[in-house]
């Protein structure tokens, strides 16, 4: 393995890089920065968010350009302010050495004199948004005539946010014999006409594979009545504790308005649109981005600037006008090599549009129900099972724990399990017993009715040991020899999933699972007493025998590590949950 020293970078840079804490170069930098220190070449580099694209390019152009000089020398373009900034703090960071060196960030929704003073002090680097960067050429408040490199950061992005023509007019105002460096998570057509065009025989190194983030997504549609769009959403919230959403609205009055909605019915919403303030939207960013925000609700304008990775769910509350943007829309998930789920809401006048959005994305979307109260309740109760079980033990409480015990005293471990978990799943169970099913069939009728034929049921694997809901149905059909469409109906959440079968194999699918190990750990599928979309609540017989499985075999499922995965980020924000699960139903009933 190579070291940073290897890979020829020079002293200045080699002990900024030891201030960071760098140890080794991450794949892009180890392929890129040779490349780039010692050839002329252009160069497009594929690779996914978070693999030290910024270095890879920073260190190569640090190195090269004249600090003595108080020419602009490099220009690197990005999409957003916000990584307009992170790039030029990045910058500064790794040239802290480097004598002389001045990076300017231009930007919109900034003092364009304060920018342009700047770059009038002598800069040899701009980090500048397409906007902004045109703007201040047409102005001549900067000149780009004599650079050496050009930087096209995130190139799909910048073109998926329309940014084509800005791009090709800036570039006119450079250099024919620059240097152009390309870095890209994805390599869609556009980003392939920018090479063609704009570059000369460029290098092309690929980390992972090309187009890998565009796979991750799931689509899945709803089909609702619309004046049931608002209890739709909350449904589907409900039935995803762990939601982390960016929900689309098509304009600003409806973006306010969910999320105001949202607010007052005791979620974690915020809403990001062109009638607030820049102040107003950094706030709402800086709440998203730490995960104090779960709902984020967003115009396709305002959300341009959304750059966080772990954005489990989209959410299309109203489809855009134009179809194109659902594309820009999805995309804001299944970031960084994770996967995530795109959903649609749609009432049966849009329902169309369905086919004509599979056309241009070339991926079916499924159909789904918008879960029932009794699913939601199961979903929650199973959530918060896994969260108790995955909770740190607080040692302050071992002081008061003779007095908690002397109250209990009477009180057996099964009955005291029960208790503990109604003080939340009463209130949800409340809210929810009388809910009515917000399906609508479609006129074709080919959505799959509730029927008494069909068996619901519960498995113990989830999003978090790496299932979607393809790739599980396809274990499913696999170990359980069924035949295409034999498993269906299935919904995968974060710790465990639901899905159907008829209910002449249901015998044969719990005998199978009765004592199934996979990867190390015991499968466990039961019987849910949710029937999936309907309102059949089946007959609660036999629960506790298989309440008594399941838990007997939690404790062999958290040894094989299959939930270690849950990381700070659902600790961090678990307090902040329980406090608006418990709040929820509460409030929204009185909204009722
Ligand atoms: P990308 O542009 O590919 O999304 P960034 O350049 O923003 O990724 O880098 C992501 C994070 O990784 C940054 O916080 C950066 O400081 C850090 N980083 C970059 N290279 C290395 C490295 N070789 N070792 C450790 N951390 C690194
Ligand atoms: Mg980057």
């Not at 594929?46 to 190569?60: M, N, S, W, Y």
């Not at 930087?151 to 570039?171: C, K, P, Q, W």
């Not at 006048?349 to 009794?374: A, L, Y």
Request: charged share 30%; proline share 2%; with cysteine.
């Amino acid at each position: 393995m190579s070291t940073f020293k290897d890979l020829g970078l020079n002293e200045d840079l080699l002990t900024a890089i030891d201030d960071l804490g760098f140890e080794t170069p991450s794949d892009v930098q180890a392929k890129a920065i040779p490349i780039l220190l010692n050839d002329d070449s252009d160069l497009v580099a594929l690779a996914q968010t978070g693999t030290g694209k910024t270095a890879a390019f920073g260190f190569p152009m640090l190195q090269k350009i004249d600090v003595n000089s108080r020419t602009t020398q490099g220009l690197i373009l990005s999409p957003t302010r916000e990584l307009c900034l992170q790039i030029t703090n990045e910058l500064k960071l790794y040239g802290k050495y480097c004598k002389g060196l001045n990076v300017t960030a231009i930007y919109g929704g900034a003092s364009i004199t304060e920018q342009a003073r700047q770059v009038k002090r002598g800069t040899q680097i701009v980090v500048a948004t397409p906007g902004r960067m045109k703007d201040m050429i047409n102005r001549n408040m900067v000149d780009i005539s004599k650079i050496e490199y050009a930087v096209l950061d995130e190139a799909d992005e910048m073109l998926n946010m329309g940014f084509y023509e800005d791009i090709t007019d800036i570039l006119s105002h450079t250099p024919k014999d620059k240097s152009t460096w390309l870095f890209s998570a994805t390599m869609p057509n556009e980003v392939a006409k920018i090479a063609k065009d704009f570059m000369h025989a460029p290098i092309e190194i690929t980390v992972g594979n090309k187009n890998e983030s565009t796979n991750q997504v799931s689509h899945e549609y709803y089909l609702v009545n619309a004046r049931d769009r608002y209890q739709a959403l909350k449904r589907l919230a409900d039935a995803n504790p762990d939601i982390f959403s960016v929900i689309f609205c098509r304009t600003k009055r409806d973006t306010q308005k969910v999320a105001e909605n949202l607010i007052e019915d005791g979620y974690s919403a915020g809403a990001l649109h062109g009638d607030l303030s820049q102040n107003q939207r950094d706030l709402v960013m800086k709440s998203f981005r730490n995960k104090q925000i779960q709902m984020l609700v967003a115009t396709d304008v305002a959300a341009r600037g959304i750059d966080v990775d772990d954005i489990t769910h989209v959410i299309n509350y109203q489809l855009p006008d134009e179809i194109e943007t659902y594309t820009h829309r999805s995309g804001r998930t299944g970031r960084a090599g994770k996967t995530g789920v795109s959903m649609v809401i749609v009432s049966k006048s849009e329902v169309r549009k369905i086919k004509q959005i599979e056309r241009i994305i070339k991926k079916e979307f499924e159909k789904k129900d918008i879960p029932n109260g009794m699913e939601i309740c199961e979903v929650q109760l199973m959530s918060l099972a896994n969260k108790v079980h995955n909770t740190k033990v607080n040692h302050e409480i071992d002081k008061y724990l003779e007095s908690i015990n002397e109250l209990f005293e009477d009180t057996d471990k099964d009955e005291l399990i029960k208790k503990f978990f109604s003080v939340e799943f009463t209130r949800f169970f409340n809210y929810y017993q009388k809910a009515q099913d917000l399906n609508v069939s479609d006129s074709k009728g080919s959505d799959r009715q509730v029927s008494a034929d069909e068996t619901r049921y519960f498995i113990n694997v989830g999003r978090k040991d790496g299932y979607d809901w393809m790739s599980l149905k396809d274990f499913l059909k696999a170990v359980l020899e069924l035949g295409r469409d034999d498993v269906f109906k299935v919904d995968v959440k974060d710790s465990f999933s639901f899905f159907n079968t008829d209910k002449s194999i249901q015998e044969k699918v719990l005998t199978f699972f009765t004592d199934f190990k996979h990867n190390g750990r015991f499968v466990n599928v039961e019987v849910s007493d949710d029937k999936g979309g309907g309102r059949n609540r089946g007959g609660r017989s036999g629960k506790k025998r298989r309440g008594d499985r399941r838990s007997s075999r939690r404790s062999d499922r958290s040894s094989s590590g299959g939930f270690a995965g849950s990381g700070n980020r659902k600790d961090r924000r678990s307090s902040k949950k329980s406090k608006s699960v418990s709040d929820r139903p509460r409030r929204s009933r009185r909204r009722k």
